[in-house]
């Protein structure tokens, strides 16, 4: 009976011994995992950039007569998209055309009412020449971004998809509007613009005015 006990203490040792590895092998692989994961993904954001205040924009084209007159005809409406060289009004007996294709997004249809040169008769949103552009911070990484560069960016209206671009223009001076005087003994940080181009073909979902995150890869 001794012996039998005895035997049976051994066989618990032994499995405790077993089951003392195995979880000491499972936690080191599970610190292996996590420091190697935790590299990766330093590795990774060491590289990029973030840049959060950011926003897609595209080029605003204004239609105008080159000789004043009374608008007789409106062609077009608010939202509607034409395409290059489309009729957009008719001011006394000249008819106005647009030089590029995009969205209508100023038309106020007034007709009859008098015209001079240079006054608005409708705004164009070339969406074709849509870009991301975002507010960088001098000290946040600025030094670090070069035409070229890959970035990816995402907008608050599709939240997890990410969009392909590459960087293509930084703004050689600040955004400052004009000269700001402060009390403070403390020098202001500058912002400057980031401008990042993309297939617009690929996302037509994309809208101009829509705000965006960008992340610049710099390897």
Same mark, same amino acid.
């Given at each position: 009976?001794?012996?039998?006990?005895?035997?049976?203490?051994?066989?618990?040792?032994?499995?405790?011994?077993?089951?003392?590895?195995?979880?000491?092998?499972?936690?080191?692989?599970?610190?292996?995992?996590?420091?190697?994961?935790?590299?990766?993904?330093?590795?990774?954001?060491?590289?990029?950039?973030?840049?959060?205040?950011?926003?897609?924009?595209?080029?605003?084209?204004?239609?105008?007569?080159?000789?004043?007159? !009374?608008?007789?005809?409106?062609?077009? #409406?608010? +939202?509607? /998209?034409?395409?290059?060289?489309? @009729?957009? $009004?008719?001011?006394?007996?000249?008819?106005?055309?647009?030089?590029?294709?995009?969205?209508?997004?100023?038309?106020?249809?007034?007709?009859?009412?008098?015209?001079?040169?240079?006054?608005?008769?409708?705004?164009?949103?070339?969406?074709?020449?849509?870009? !991301?552009?975002?507010?960088?911070?001098? #000290?946040? +990484?600025? /030094?670090?971004?070069?035409?070229? @560069?890959? $970035?990816?960016?995402?907008?608050?209206?599709?939240?997890?998809?990410?969009?392909?671009?590459?960087?293509?223009?930084?703004?050689?001076?600040?955004?400052?509007?004009?000269?700001?005087?402060?009390?403070?003994?403390?020098?202001?940080?500058?912002?400057?613009? !980031?401008?990042?181009?993309?297939?617009?073909?690929?996302?037509?979902?994309?809208?101009?005015?829509?705000?965006?995150?960008?992340?610049?890869?710099?390897?």
């Amino acid at each position: 009976m001794t012996h039998m006990k005895e035997e049976n203490k051994e066989e618990r040792k032994k499995e405790n011994i077993l089951k003392k590895g195995w979880v000491q092998s499972l936690m080191a692989m599970v610190v292996i995992f996590g420091l190697t994961g935790g590299f990766l993904f330093w590795e990774s954001k060491k590289n990029t950039i973030l840049i959060e205040n950011a926003e897609l924009k595209a080029p605003v084209i204004n239609v105008s007569p080159a000789s004043p007159g !009374v608008l007789n005809f409106l062609y077009v #409406t608010e +939202g509607e /998209r034409v395409v290059e060289n489309s @009729q957009i $009004a008719m001011i006394g007996s000249q008819i106005i055309f647009t030089k590029n294709s995009g969205i209508v997004s100023f038309a106020p249809n007034v007709l009859g009412s008098y015209v001079s040169p240079g006054q608005i008769v409708a705004s164009i949103i070339n969406d074709q020449e849509m870009t !991301v552009v975002g507010k960088i911070e001098e #000290t946040k +990484g600025l /030094r670090d971004i070069a035409k070229g @560069q890959r $970035a990816t960016f995402t907008v608050d209206a599709f939240s997890g998809k990410t969009y392909e671009g590459m960087v293509d223009e930084i703004s050689s001076t600040s955004d400052d509007a004009g000269v700001l005087f402060s009390i403070s003994d403390k020098r202001p940080v500058k912002k400057f613009d !980031v401008k990042v181009k993309f297939n617009v073909a690929e996302y037509p979902e994309l809208k101009n005015g829509m705000s965006a995150k960008i992340t610049v890869h710099t390897k």
